[in-house]
Each structure stands twice: as C-alpha cells, then as structure tokens.
C-alpha cells in the first residue's frame, strides 16, 4: 500500500506559476512511476504528466507541454510539477498516481492522492 499526500494547490492569476508536491510513504517510491492527473468540474480525469521511476525520463500532455515541469527525488520520497504560465482551462483538482506500468491512458490504477485544488483566475 501506498499513501501519496498531494500539497501545494492554491488561487493564481492566469499567467502565475505553481508548484504541486505529492510525498509517497513508501520506501519502495523508487520502483513506482509517477504521474499527475486532473479532473474538472463536469470533465473525465485526464493525464497530466508522467515521470519514470528510475531514470527521470518524462511524459506531458500537450496541453501542458512547455509550461510544466516534472521531477522526483527519490531520497524524499517526492515529485514535484511545476506549472508556468497558467490557464484558466487549467483549473481541476490534480491527483497524484503511482503505479507499475507505464500506461498512461489508463485513467485506474495504482495509487492515488486525495487531489489538491488548483484555481486559475483570468
């Protein structure tokens, strides 16, 4: 079992920036891949971004692409998404994922946060 702590959301103005930190309790967080979602109000969960569990590689939706930036640091036990520029469409609860295999269309599966709320106001 894992338990991921999402933090960091908050109110911005449209062009503002914000980081989202997810802590995992596990010792084991190395061995998981990482990965951020969002849900909107009345919208199906969608992909964020993805970090891979050993070598860093990463993976963003282009509707993030340029203006986000993922990292872990497996000595705490954390990711980090950085988001830049900020959009209103950019409002959503973002969720926080762990899991074992690198499918990212999978909106299920793994491990997930409690969400943290990210308001973009324009």
């Known amino acids: 079992q894992v338990q991921l702590v999402e933090s960091g959301g908050g109110l911005v103005q449209a062009g503002g920036s914000l980081r989202l930190s997810c802590a995992a309790s596990?010792?084991?967080?190395?061995?998981?891949?990482m990965g951020w979602f969002r849900q909107a109000p009345g919208l199906e969960r969608e992909f964020v971004a993805a970090?891979?569990?050993?070598?860093?590689?990463?993976l963003y939706a282009d509707s993030v692409r340029g203006r986000t930036s993922l990292s872990r640091d497996n000595a705490k036990n954390t990711v980090y998404l950085q988001m830049n520029s900020l959009k209103p469409e950019d409002t959503a609860v973002y969720y926080c994922?762990?899991?074992?295999?690198?499918?990212?269309?999978?909106?299920?599966?793994?491990?997930w946060g409690q969400g943290t709320q990210v308001t973009v106001s324009s």
């Open positions: 596990k010792r084991t967080f190395s061995l998981y891949h």
């Open positions: 970090i891979y569990r050993s070598d860093g590689s990463t």
């Open positions: 994922n762990a899991r074992m295999d690198w499918n990212w269309r999978a909106r299920e599966g793994g491990y």
